[in-house]
Nanobody, 124 residues
């Protein structure tokens, strides 16, 4: 059974940092794309960042460029999201997703597995 489990969310003040983790189990995702999406209350889910299977290429939403960084540790079957200079508008539930292809996508419907989400709240 494939599972993606996010952790690391919490409450932080504006300007602060958080590091989210997404641990995969049930199969190896080292050759597959991984992404992070988020959904704020009353809003649709939106793409945040993703990385290719090799980890050599990444894509970021304009709203997080220069502040967020995705990385992956294939040995641990884990993907990370380092979030710096957090803003109140970053408040959302953050979801990790896995796509059974090497290339990443900004379209959430193209991902095959999803985690349960972790809450990130940024206070002003």
């Amino acid at each position: 059974q494939v599972k993606l489990v996010e952790s690391g969310g919490g409450l932080v003040q504006a300007g602060g940092s958080l590091r989210l983790s997404c641990a995969a189990s049930g199969r190896t995702f080292s050759n597959y794309a991984m992404g992070w999406f988020r959904q704020a209350p009353g809003k649709e889910r939106e793409f945040v960042v993703a990385v290719t299977g090799s980890g050599g290429s990444t894509g970021y939403a304009d709203s997080v460029k220069g502040r967020f960084t995705i990385s992956r540790d294939s040995a641990k079957n884990t993907v990370y999201l380092q979030m710096n200079s957090l803003k109140p508008e970053d408040t959302a539930v953050y979801y990790c997703a896995a796509r059974l292809k090497w290339a990443y996508s900004a379209n959430g419907y193209e991902y095959d597995y999803w985690g349960q989400g972790t809450q990130v709240t940024v206070s002003s």
